[in-house]
């Protein structure tokens, strides 16, 4: 799958093994941080000779994040090649961030996450962590370092029979500079143990497997980037090589072509694979303990930066063989939407060797010699993103959260036989007396899916559940049928799916000891726009960047991306991105970053009830070279458009028009004036992206209660033959609804529910 090929030329490693012999020991004030526009590969020789460290994970021609020394600045200046500066003086912004760290230490109201952690805070964070929950947290060691630091691990499951768990390996920090890894890690950690039995997801995963945790695989480097604030940008651990330079870089010392290339035989090398495979003890200490744990079945490498999210092989641009290169990749984009869906930010799926080739790395370890499924993830900033290795404190914890599911849905692949996936959302409600229907994609985990086996189960009120089929859309996509209920009415439900060796597996994880709820609602819609006629939207944003395929109100051409027709009917128009087929799939789509639209304002006062928002979306991104990495985004604002709440970001095309319902309160307090923005972008060239939106509505979701229990048609007025042929249909349909007596229902449809209908009726209303 690798899209372009990036070797690291014999001329780029004489440069690679140039880097860092200033950085060493130098004093960073007058030294920047830039990004250069490399032109050709000469130009990516020379600027690489000038660097004194490499931040980007992105080598090549095209933009790469370098450090260099005001002598190195100077000398681009003089050559006409043109940079972007990210930090102008390294000496005054570590300060800086040094500075902050300590003024943050010193607010007393400072929580754990909002701020960067020294090796001795984490280790007594997680101490405290064992402490709270002993029978959560054991703590332990894989050794020690070469400096002779302890690499601490931490053990994290539920109480209980252990037998059965798959081991879920965590690791941060193999580079001491990247400080987001080990404080994302320790998040991790935290939040599998204070989570349980609040969040459904994690307490089933704690049930089902064992996570391992080592925060700082490279403690000797990461207590040097504390150490002063010259050393801030120290990457390797701090081995004396033997010519009086110092260490290895750890991501270049496991033994899966152990010297290849992307890696330095050149001491002062920042990416100095050391003088053997495994010749670090670090790397030794970690490999052991894998490999004296086969329970481990998922491995994740957290690094920063560039936000990705990497898979095997990384030392060769072959892709691994089938069917793995198709289970990575489909993991890998289910991995970053679950990032953006966070929500988060847009983190891009792809083999490691998309990236650059670099033998030696942990994840081609994890997953060739030891057997695991293993990903590296670089986390924020994105590539180019001005704060590199460094950014503010603020980062930590939404850079944390974006990552917790990511790592979630890696363990449910390795710790689940099957996983449940929503295309449309899990919805909370749906119209009354109306089928409500769910789609649900069932993914094959630790075993393959038995496609005759999917079912759902409901029930109405107590009594027990009722099991059917679910209708099979093709390609493990199945529609779940609830049978209509009455308005106020709560319907109870989960699935049920089998492996082909006969393994059953619920979603929730629980199935009928947890079910979910469906709450059946009348709709009043107060307001439509159907996009027929021009009402107020708005095109573009400022920071809008595309520079094709910008939204615009049209009739749409059919392509393999893009509808034919809009969503209404009657009707022709939507808003849609470049409505024009062209003479190929690329014309018209959004190319060169992001397009805004947004919606006119909406009164969600305008009714009682629930306030709803509803649109129907098409977006695909599938198509064209990297499929599945560019981002749709939808927003809400309750004040006209000046502040944004993100209700929904994702990385899966729909290829259909999808019907979304947006209840307000559960994103911003409903005013008269709430808008809808829909941002389509394309960060990938190459990349084709569409997108179309029709048909919003303004929906208030109640009864409408007539006041009359024997209304049971809701026609009003006083009670009818209509209602008592209503209730007589409810009851020999075995409707819960019609469950009547002895109050509140007992399962059965009896006389005793009859006669309690005809007393009613005889009250009148
Ligand atoms: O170079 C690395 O070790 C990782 N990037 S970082 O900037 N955090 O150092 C990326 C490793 C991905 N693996 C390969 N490309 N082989
Ligand atoms: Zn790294």
Redesign the pocket.
């Known amino acids: 799958m690798p899209r372009t090929l990036r070797p690291l030329s014999a001329a780029l490693l004489v440069a690679f093994s140039g880097l860092s012999a200033l950085a060493q020991e130098a004093d960073l004030s007058g030294h920047s941080a830039v990004t250069v526009m490399v032109q050709n590969r000469d130009q990516l020789d020379m600027v690489l000779s000038l660097a004194e460290g490499i931040?980007?994970?992105r080598v090549g021609v095209g933009p790469i994040d370098i450090q260099v020394s005001p002598e190195a600045r100077a000398k681009l200046d003089a050559l006409g090649i043109t940079y972007r500066v990210m930090v102008d003086d390294l000496g005054t912004f570590t300060r800086q961030r040094f500075d902050e760290i300590e003024l943050l230490n010193r607010r007393r109201d400072t929580a754990w996450f909002q701020n960067y952690r020294t090796l001795a805070e984490i280790r007594s964070y997680l101490g405290q962590l064992e402490a709270d929950h002993p029978d959560f947290v054991d703590h332990g060691s894989v050794g020690d370092s070469l400096q002779g630091e302890d690499i601490n691990l931490y053990t994290i499951t539920a109480p209980g029979d252990r037998t059965g768990r798959v081991g879920v390996l965590l690791m941060g920090c193999?580079?001491a500079r990247?400080w987001l890894s080990p404080m994302t890690v320790t998040y991790i950690a935290d939040q599998l143990v204070t989570q349980y039995g609040t969040d459904t997801r994690i307490t089933d995963l704690m049930d089902a497997a064992v996570f391992y945790i080592i925060p700082v695989s490279n403690p000797d480097g990461y207590l040097y980037t504390w150490s002063n604030t010259n050393n801030r940008y120290w990457?390797k651990n701090r081995r004396p090589n033997f010519d009086g330079t110092f260490g290895v870089?750890l991501?270049?010392n496991w033994s899966v072509a152990w010297g290849g290339t992307?890696s330095s035989g050149t001491p002062n090398s920042e990416?100095y694979r050391g003088t053997a495979a495994f010749s670090e003890p670090e790397t030794q200490r970690i490999r052991d303990f894998a490999l004296a744990h086969p329970d481990i079945a998922a491995h994740i490498d957290f690094?920063?930066?560039?936000q990705l999210v990497?898979w095997p092989w990384?030392?060769t641009v072959t892709n691994l063989p089938e069917p793995d290169n198709s289970r990575y990749t489909a993991l890998g984009i289910a991995m970053a939407n679950e990032i953006l869906a966070a929500p988060g930010v847009a983190y891009t799926p792809e083999q490691?060797?998309d990236?650059?080739?670099?033998?030696g790395?942990s994840?081609?370890w994890f997953h060739g010699v030891h057997g695991s499924t293993s990903f590296?993830i670089?986390m924020r900033p994105a590539s180019g993103g001005l704060d590199g290795f460094s950014p503010a404190a603020t980062q930590i914890l939404p850079t944390a959260r974006e990552n917790l599911p990511a790592a979630l849905r890696l363990a449910e692949h390795v710790a689940f036989p099957l996983s449940w996936e929503f295309p449309n959302g899990v919805p909370d409600s749906a119209d009354a007396d109306a089928a409500a229907t769910i789609d649900v994609r069932i993914v094959a985990g630790s075993g393959q899916l038995n496609p005759a086996s999917a079912t759902v189960s409901y029930r109405t009120g107590p009594g027990s559940f009722t099991t059917t089929p679910m209708t099979s859309l093709g390609s493990g996509l199945y529609r779940a049928t609830l049978p209509a209920q009455a308005c106020g009415e709560t319907t109870e439900y989960y699935f049920t799916a089998e492996t082909t060796d006969l393994r059953v597996v619920h979603s929730p994880a629980q199935g009928e000891g947890n079910p979910r709820s469906l709450g059946f609602t009348q709709s009043i819609v107060s307001a439509i726009d159907d996009v027929e006629t021009p009402t107020g939207w708005i095109i573009g944003a400022p920071g809008d960047n595309a520079v094709r395929g910008v939204w615009e109100r049209a009739n749409p051409e059919a392509t393999a991306a893009q509808p034919e027709d809009d969503h209404s009917n009657p009707g022709t128009l939507c808003y849609v991105t470049g409505p024009l087929a062209g003479t190929a799939l690329g014309a018209n789509d959004v190319d060169g970053g992001v397009t805004t639209l947004v919606s006119p304002p909406f009164d969600a006062l305008a009714q009682a009830g629930d306030a709803v928002l509803e649109y129907w979306y098409w977006f695909s991104n599938d198509k064209g070279a990297s499929p599945g990495t560019d981002a749709w985004q939808v927003a809400i604002s309750g004040d006209n458009g000046s502040t944004w709440t993100v209700v929904e970001q994702t990385l899966a095309s729909t290829n259909a028009w999808v019907h979304r319902e947006v209840r307000i309160a559960d994103h911003i307090t409903p005013t008269s004036q709430v808008r809808l923005r829909f941002v389509a972008r394309d960060d990938e060239p190459g990349g084709i992206v569409e997108a179309a939106v029709d048909d919003l509505a303004m929906l208030f979701l109640g009864c409408t209660d007539t006041g009359c229990d024997a209304d049971w048609d809701g026609s009003g007025g006083q009670p009818d033959s209509g209602d008592f042929l209503a209730y007589l249909n409810d009851w020999a349909g075995q409707n819960p609804v019609a469950d009547l007596a002895p109050a509140g229902g007992d399962g059965n449809f009896d006389s005793a529910d009859f006669l309690a209908y005809l007393n009613l009726f005889a009250q009148g209303c």
């Open positions: 931040w980007s994970e193999q580079h990247e990457r870089d991501n270049r992307g990416t690094h920063t930066y560039s990497l990384g030392y490691s060797s990236l650059y080739e670099a033998a790395d994840s081609d590296t670089e």
